[in-house]
């Protein structure tokens, strides 16, 4: 293979054609935040402002995923840069329902973990394989320190939700991998800021939300949040502490037997009209992201997605790690 370079946040690594920019990236010592290393997590979405770079059917905008898009020469990228992953342990402090299907769960953490609003954690309950939640605050706008607010979808049969209450009580030993994820909220736009969401996709969308309200330097604001049904709707709580916080547009939408308080249809029917100066911020089903996502993209609005999907065996970066070490030594 052709040697090439590859220039990631100003530093330059020698690679060769084919390489993924992840695996460029790491055998030159530039570690790229990322969770699954298989396209799932969107961790690792980096920006391409030069080269030649296939992005494998990954591209959003000027970005693409590096664990996917590979290098077909010489190339510039950019990412955020974040603080590294690190594991805390904490146990269960309280478990609440807060609708018909969703729990609220915290963690009391031994150490802190520094999340970006709207980032992600590796939360493993002991006894139970690990599943990705969002961090949040309590419905009431507050948090404690080392608290960790969980929204947890109750799934028929699921592993690790069915048995919240049951098998994982207050006390229950709990290992957290975080911080993890890139849509987390970044500098005010000089537009606004539209967030949206589709059930417990409200996790990360009330915690940057919340986040941008006590912000030194405010946008303008319009959430969107979505539900099945009426009693689906269990962030209408921390809807009024944005109201009471200045945030004026505001709308509910539910799939079934509408309100005078909800309208009918799902939140990208009722996005805005959107400009370049706009952000977007969308969390909940692959399809809600996926439409708004679109729409963003058709009027080249910076757009910051989070799907929510079923939980999956993914490809450790561990097991990648070694895999390229291995490689370098032979």
């Not at 690679?15 to 396209?39: K, N, W, Y």
């Not at 979505?226 to 009693?231: I, M, N, P, Q, R």
Request: aromatic share 6%.
């Amino acid at each position: 293979m052709a040697g090439c370079r590859l220039n990631i946040n100003g530093k330059v690594v020698t690679a060769d054609r084919g390489d993924t920019l992840m695996d460029a990236a790491v055998r030159g010592g530039v570690f790229i935040p990322q969770d699954c290393c298989s396209g799932q997590c969107e961790t690792c979405r980096v920006r391409v402002v030069w080269g030649d770079v296939d992005d494998r059917n990954t591209a959003y905008g000027d970005t693409v995923l590096a664990c996917q898009a590979v290098m077909r020469g010489d190339c510039t990228v950019t990412f955020d840069e974040v603080q590294p992953a690190s594991v805390v342990r904490g146990e269960v402090s309280r478990i609440a329902s807060i609708s018909p299907d969703v729990i609220e769960v915290v963690v009391d953490l031994a150490d802190s973990l520094n999340f970006r609003p709207g980032q992600y954690a590796s939360v493993r309950f002991a006894g139970f394989p690990a599943r990705d939640f969002s961090p949040t605050v309590h419905l009431n706008g507050e948090l404690g320190p080392n608290e960790l607010v969980l929204h947890v979808k109750r799934l028929p049969g699921g592993v690790v939700s069915s048995e919240i209450g049951s098998r994982i009580r207050l006390g229950h030993a709990t290992k957290v991998r975080g911080p993890l994820g890139s849509a987390f909220l970044r500098e005010p736009p000089s537009g606004r800021l539209l967030m949206a969401s589709t059930g417990t996709g409200w996790a990360p969308i009330w915690s940057m939300a919340r986040a941008a309200c006590l912000a030194e330097k405010r946008a303008e604001m319009c959430v969107i949040a979505g539900a099945k049904d009426l009693e689906s709707l269990y962030m209408v709580q921390s809807l009024d502490w944005l109201k009471q916080m200045g945030v004026s547009e505001i709308i509910t939408t539910v799939r079934e037997r509408p309100s005078g308080v909800a309208r009918l249809g799902t939140p990208d029917a009722f996005l805005p009209a959107l400009t370049n100066r706009d952000v977007v911020h969308v969390a909940g089903t692959p399809n809600l992201v996926e439409s708004v996502k679109a729409s963003a993209l058709a009027a080249a609005t910076q757009c910051y997605a989070d799907p929510f999907t079923a939980s999956r065996n993914r490809v450790g970066f561990a097991d990648r790690l070694a895999g390229l070490l291995s490689r370098v030594r032979s």
